[in-house]
């Protein structure tokens, strides 16, 4: 069997990462527009608009300086060095792997946020900036619970690496079922909800600009620059996705070895959990209204209380 | 990485975790009675915990090999997540009053009230190192826990439904409790206080039904009025 050198692993995570993503996107519409008894778009449709949108003509507002322009770029940059930090494909560490942990990761997906904030609030539209403060609003309030997160698995592994905690979850079933895994776990996919715009947050795919938060940011931005900020949010959805299943819910089907056939394998078995995840986003947003702005914080209170719980349970020797 | 996971804490046994686990749904359920706004939801919710209690009486029955709990679950599965949910509902049913917003502060600075006293709850009673034999130490911290956010409920809420189930909530509370401490305890005594149980359920659903009959509405903010 053919063996792949380690670069070539490390690159094919960031490629399965950046390329997967636009179609987990299209496969979580399609079964929204069919769990809501509509046709949907194509599977593919989310690949065509990014075609569409890198053939076109690009503008700026008139007094906006280096930043808007830069901020796409460098946020797409910062979506394509967190899928080198996390297992996505693999269970032992990458060469690029160790060079930072949980919370390395998630610097870099909030200097990506706040570039597309600066962006949004270079360029004078009230809608861009309404959404940038309100997406810095309520980052600000979910960081705690992203912190508790990760001090639990600092708790749980004695360090914060992905790769410690996805070998930790798969030792066993007492690991599994221990209380506080399964809190983190649950908190962290709230987090994902807030993150990746979902019910009960915002309307993923609504016009409402008054409601939006994440999708009001890259309002001025047209052409290749749009394309860039589209894929990379959906680049960093496939990314909370990863971090969800291949570090806390269900980190099988890695390849162990460098083989070619059991990393294949991962790039399929990654994409099949990552649409199963999009099936429960669904069911989500279809089974819940979006929460007006100001419940928001409850949401949010109920995200810390469950990693708080973790914490709790795991200094009193139960968790 | 082998030495790191050397290093780690030990996870508990499966048996441990699901007892937990099953403990701390009891503890969410209570969390989650401080922001239900419609008095079936927060009927319902009181179900669900007594669900998670009978389960745990359960899960210790199985584990630890304790058959006279099975009777002890089944009938606490019967009177508190069947019997007392009917009884409450059948009081309220034609009554158009809700409780939506009787918290007297916003949801989310109850929880965090609730987190604070649950933790003191939690490590006061760690701090005891009470060990028992059937149930690991963090759910007698739980059902702790459960106790104490059962009161933040009923002197925050200011609505009779919410107290009325806080005080149910707080008996589950007790009943975990008594599991972990006492899972031997004759079972002529578990019953006994199950049917304390009920008789203070009809007691609070007549008293229900006449505030909501005298003032049209469930808020105890209603009751200072009625002087003189």
């Given at each position: 069997m053919l063996t792949l050198s380690l670069p070539v692993i490390q690159a094919l995570q960031v490629a399965t990462i950046v390329f997967a993503s636009p179609g987990i996107?299209?496969?979580?519409?399609?079964?929204?527009?069919?769990?809501?008894?509509?046709?949907?778009?194509?599977?593919?449709?989310?690949?065509?608009?990014?075609?569409?949108?890198?053939?076109?003509?690009?503008?700026?507002?008139?007094?906006?300086?280096?930043?808007?322009?830069?901020?796409?770029?460098?946020?797409?940059?910062?979506?394509?060095?967190?899928?080198?930090?996390?297992?996505?494909?693999?269970?032992?560490?990458?060469?690029?792997?160790?060079?930072?942990?949980?919370?390395?990761?998630?610097?870099?997906?909030?200097?990506?946020?706040?570039?597309?904030?600066a962006a949004a609030a270079e360029t004078g539209d009230p809608y861009a900036q309404l959404g940038a403060s309100r997406a810095k609003t309520f980052g600000a309030i979910t960081e705690p619970v992203v912190l508790l997160v990760v001090f639990t698995v600092a708790l749980v592994t004695s360090t914060d690496l992905p790769y410690v905690l996805a070998a930790t979850v798969t030792s066993g079933p007492a690991q599994l079922v221990r209380p506080a895994h399964l809190l983190a776990s649950a908190a962290l996919f709230m987090v994902i909800l807030y993150e990746t715009g979902r019910i009960p947050i915002e309307t993923h795919t609504g016009t409402i600009?008054?409601?939006?938060?994440?999708?009001?940011?890259?309002?001025?931005?047209?052409?290749?620059?749009?394309?860039?900020?589209?894929?990379?949010?959906?680049?960093?959805?496939?990314?909370?996705?990863?971090?969800?299943?291949?570090?806390?819910?269900?980190?099988?089907?890695?390849?162990?070895?460098?083989?070619?056939?059991?990393?294949?394998?991962?790039?399929?078995?990654?994409i099949a959990k990552a649409i199963v995840v999009g099936v429960v986003v669904s069911v989500i947003d279809n089974t819940f209204a979006k929460l007006?702005?100001?419940?928001?914080?409850e949401f949010v209170s109920a995200a810390f209380l469950l990693a708080v719980l973790a914490i709790f349970t795991l200094y009193l020797g139960g968790g | 990485m082998i030495d790191i996971l050397a290093v780690a804490r030990p996870a508990p046994t499966v048996f441990d975790g699901t007892a937990n686990t099953v403990a701390v749904i009891v503890l969410l359920l209570e969390f989650g009675m401080l922001r239900a706004s419609l008095f079936g939801a927060q009927v319902r919710l009181y179900?669900?915990?007594?669900?998670?209690?009978?389960?745990?009486?359960?899960?210790?029955?199985?584990?630890?090999?304790v058959p006279e709990l099975f009777i002890l679950a089944v009938l606490s599965l019967l009177l508190k997540a069947v019997?007392?949910?009917?009884?409450?509902?059948?009081?309220?049913?034609?009554?158009?009053?809700?409780?939506?917003?009787?918290?007297?502060?916003?949801?989310?600075?109850?929880?965090?009230?609730?987190?604070?006293?649950?933790?003191?709850?939690?490590?006061?009673?760690?701090?005891?190192?009470?060990?028992?034999?059937?149930l690991p130490a963090a759910a007698l911290s739980l059902s702790m826990a459960v106790v104490l956010v059962s009161?933040?409920?009923?002197?925050?809420?200011?609505?009779?439904?919410?107290?009325?189930?806080?005080?149910?909530?707080?008996?589950?509370?007790?009943?975990?409790?008594?599991?972990?401490?006492?899972?031997?305890?004759?079972?002529?005594?578990?019953?006994?206080?199950?049917?304390?149980?009920?008789?203070?359920?009809?007691?609070?659903?007549?008293?229900?039904?006449?505030?909501?009959?005298?003032?049209?509405?469930?808020?105890?903010?209603?009751?200072?009025?009625?002087?003189g």
């Open positions: 996107t299209g496969v979580i519409s399609r079964i929204e527009a069919r769990m809501q008894g509509r046709r949907g778009p194509r599977i593919l449709q989310p690949y065509y608009d990014l075609a569409k949108l890198f053939r076109k003509e690009s503008l700026a507002p008139l007094h906006s300086g280096p930043l808007f322009l830069l901020a796409p770029v460098l946020a797409f940059a910062c979506y394509l060095t967190v899928p080198m930090l996390i297992p996505v494909l693999t269970t032992y560490a990458l060469p690029l792997g160790n060079m930072g942990d949980i919370l390395g990761g998630g610097i870099i997906l909030a200097f990506a946020s706040f570039m597309v904030a600009e008054l409601g939006m938060i994440e999708t009001a940011r890259p309002f001025e931005h047209s052409g290749p620059y749009y394309a860039l900020l589209k894929w990379g949010s959906s680049a960093k959805q496939l990314i909370f996705y990863t971090l969800f299943l291949n570090v806390f819910a269900a980190p099988w089907g890695l390849a162990s070895t460098r083989d070619l056939g059991p990393v294949l394998f991962a790039i399929v078995a990654l007006r702005l100001f419940r928001i914080t | 179900a669900a915990q007594s669900v998670a209690v009978s389960v745990l009486a359960g899960v210790v029955a199985v584990g630890r090999g019997i007392v949910p009917l009884v409450m509902m059948s009081q309220l049913r034609d009554s158009r009053a809700e409780i939506a917003g009787s918290g007297s502060l916003g949801v989310a600075s109850e929880v965090i009230i609730s987190i604070l006293v649950a933790a003191f709850g939690f490590f006061a009673i760690g701090a005891l190192g009470i060990h028992s034999e059937v009161f933040v409920l009923m002197i925050l809420r200011r609505d009779v439904i919410s107290q009325a189930i806080g005080f149910f909530s707080l008996e589950n509370g007790v009943s975990m409790a008594s599991l972990v401490i006492a899972a031997g305890l004759p079972l002529i005594l578990e019953v006994a206080f199950l049917f304390d149980l009920l008789v203070a359920v009809v007691v609070f659903g007549v008293l229900i039904r006449v505030q909501s009959d005298r003032t049209k509405s469930f808020s105890t903010v209603a009751l200072d009025r009625l002087r």
